[in-house]
């Protein structure tokens, strides 16, 4: 073999073993449950890297974590590992080897004896000398609950599986365990066929005269005007001042929500001094330019609140607060397409705890009294951004869900899943579509509400100089561009998954500053982040589509599901006819439409 043709199979081994040139990727596992099932479902992927995943050959491979002891079981045909006499939150193990660069999709299924608690699974990577947290769920008695999650890792290293829960009176049973790699060939392969999948549905144009008579030939042309998938953005009422922002922002995005200028604490600092001057003007701007307006927030328990709501007594906080829901709910009823009704209430639950469990429920209840026509969210943090918070994981979000659901009149209630998305640096991404198949499940909506990536520590990044001096040295390079690499990479993951229906991006542009993210600059021209969100704009869109019927007087082809308007050019009489359409998502293969010249 020539040098020539040597280096070409090294290349070419090369491309192979990284994944770049394997056809037939492994399927990513979309499939998830939230259900407590009373038999474990056999191990995706076959158990990937797990030796012995569903504990048929008795405790091979599995080691004692900690002071437990541990043995293979067997009920009803469903062999599975337990650790008992435990004494630390500790239960079993399994080493392994994990690489950078490739992504980790993880699952399994445990059970506890008795009550319930939060089983936790973690990997120790010795190189990064580390645990990082791949996924949590609330675990009972009686029935197997599925953990999935995922991660990935910056050092080629040996590493160890873990799975813990604080209930130590408890025996920790665990079954039916995976961990599947994948390259990032393959994790993006995945997601491509996935936009293609749930988010284009073909169009057949059929073109006839006004007798019926096909006509071959005619030229057709489609253009679409608006994306079905909501890809809004945050904004404070600085809007209303710059034209330019307002060119920008109506330019690109078809939904908005405000920064502060909806709270309890901006339209009414004073108690009995309510002020809707400002939202008002906001909301008439989103109007005239037929852009929609989320509602943010309407109640919402933080520290952050103004003092003189804090320091009512229970009985006048439950009035003032059913009081502010009628004051701004009955104002903008009909005009918004969701509601946060009670802001971050798994971290915040100041009302349950004034008013007990059900106190949002019950707010929820009354808010869709009050607006029926919008979505109810809940809309939380942590949920996709920090597997370690364990107030917000996904098993939590879906209990409160339940909870409210379950309350007495919230039976048919829309409800959505708000998860804020606020990620700092090395997003989890596996992690973030575990989180959405599972919330997907309760087959309610998933919007991202809050979407940013923090280049530093800072809440509030400055044009110039907030950041800390480490980072000040690369704010034009380095730190923003990897703050934009994150950003897509999310937003793909968002865009392919099917339980996502929309996602708004946080960056609070103000003439002088920008809050955590900037999409651009003082001088309105884009970041690095806000060329990413551009270059995804034209990715997602079906621009500029032209063709020729055929002799059946039929033009196929496979587009973004959306608003359109289609033209169509009769070749023998150049008389044109425009139609506009609606190419939606309802499950049908092929949409027909039928255009007569």
Known sequence: MTTLGNNWFILFCSLFLAGYLVHGATPYDYSATIECHKQPLDPQYGGGLIANPGFDKGIEAWKIDGHVKIEARESGGNKFIVAYNRTTPYSVSQSFHLKKGLYYAF??????????????????NSAQKTVIIVGSVIAKSGCWSMIKGGLTVDHNAPSVLHFQSNNTKSELRVDSVSLKEFTKYEWQDNRLKNIEKVRKRTLRVNVSNKDGKKIGGAKIEIQQRKLQFVIGCATPSSILMSESYQKWFISRFTTAVFDNEMKWYYVEGLQGQENYSTPDAMLKFFEDHGIDVRGHTVLWGADNI???????????????????????????????????????????????????????????????????????????????????????????????????????????LVLGIGLQGHFDSH????????????????????????????????????????????LVMFADGLTLSLQAYYLEEIMREAFAHPAVKGMMIWIGWKPDRCNEMCLLNYELQNSPSGDV???LFAEWKTTNLTGVTDKEGSFEVKVFHGDYEITVYNPNSGANVTKEVQVYDDKSETLHVSISL
């Open 107 to 124: 699952s399994a299924w445990v059970q506890l004896s008795e009550g319930s608690d939060t089983v936790v699974a973690m990997i120790y």
């Open 306 to 412: 103004q003092r003189w709501v804090k320091d009512l007594p229970p009985r006048q906080l439950l009035s003032e607060s059913v009081r502010r829901m009628g004051s701004i709910m009955s104002r903008y009823a009909g005009k918004l397409v969701a509601w946060d009704v009670v802001n971050e209430n798994l971290h915040h639950p100041l009302f349950e705890e004034r008013f007990g469990k059900n106190a949002s429920a019950m707010f929820y209840k009354i808010a869709s009294s009050l607006d029926s026509k919008a979505t109810m969210f809940l809309n939380e943090f942590n949920t996709l951004e920090h597997p370690g918070d364990m107030v917000s994981i996904p098993s939590k979000y879906v209990e409160k869900l339940q909870e409210i659901k379950a309350f007495p009149g919230n039976e048919e």
């Open 427 to 470: 997003p989890n991404i596996p992690y973030v579509r575990a989180a959405f198949d599972l919330l997907g499940e309760t087959k309610m909506p998933i919007w991202l509400t809050e979407l940013n990536v923090m280049p530093c520590s800072n809440q509030v990044y400055s044009y110039h100089d907030s950041c800390p001096i480490l």
């Open 533 to 535: 969100v551009d270059k």
